[in-house]
Every structure is written in C-alpha cells, then in structure tokens.
C-alpha cells in the first residue's frame, strides 16, 4: 500500500511563494496520474494540478495556470508543487493524490486511489 505525506505548506503574505512536497512510500510507480487538489471547508473540492506518469504532460486549473508549476522527481518518490504569486484566495487544505486508471480523478472528480492527509496553505492579503 502506497502512502503520501504531504509537507510545505504554512502561512504567507499575497505575493510570497511556497513549496509543497509530497512524499510517496514506497513509491508510485504504475500510477496513471499524480496531482494536487484542494478544499476549503464547506467549498468544493477543486483539482489543482497534475502530471500523467507515463507522458510527463501536465495539467492546470485555470485558477493557477502560470502561478503554479507541478514536478516530480525521476525516482516516482517525490512530488512537487511550486506556488508563486500567492493569492488569498489560494487559502485552503492542499492534498498530494495519486490515480493508477483513467480517468485522473485527482484532477477530473471523482475519487483518487489513494490521497495523503493535506497540509494547510494560508495567504494573507
């Protein structure tokens, strides 16, 4: 059973960065997809971003696009997601998911395989 812990995130001002890190034990080889989502308690949940394993291609949500940037490392055992010009409304619980068959539900909606516990990101205006 893989597990994914997510690190990295905390509080900031608008226009700061952070980096989260997702950490896979042992690690997600065969995944279709990894990604990033986020909840706002009482909101939907919204699919941030995600890379498919097998073609490295990336996907955004129009609401980070060019603010954010998804990675991750060669050995399948860390994922990454760079955030710069952090807004407010980029407040939320951050979770690292993993999908291993289409769709990426990470991303799509719908359930992942598997979801780590989240780490809170805060932007204060």
């Known amino acids: 059973q893989v597990q994914l812990v997510e690190s990295g995130g905390g509080s900031v001002q608008a226009g700061g960065s952070l980096r989260l890190s997702c950490a896979a034990s042992p690690n997600t080889y065969g995944s279709y997809c990894m990604g990033w989502f986020r909840q706002v308690l009482g909101k939907e949940r919204e699919g941030v971003a995600s890379?498919?394993?097998?073609?490295?291609?990336?996907y955004y949500a129009d609401s980070v696009k060019g603010r954010f940037t998804i990675s991750q490392d060669n050995a399948k055992t860390t994922l990454y997601l760079q955030m710069n010009s952090l807004k407010p409304e980029d407040t939320a619980m951050y979770y690292c998911a993993a999908d291993y068959k289409f769709p990426c539900a990470v991303v799509r909606g719908g359930h992942p395989d598997i979801w780590g516990q989240g780490t809170q990101v805060t932007v204060s205006s």
């Open positions: 890379v498919y394993t097998s073609t490295g291609s990336t």
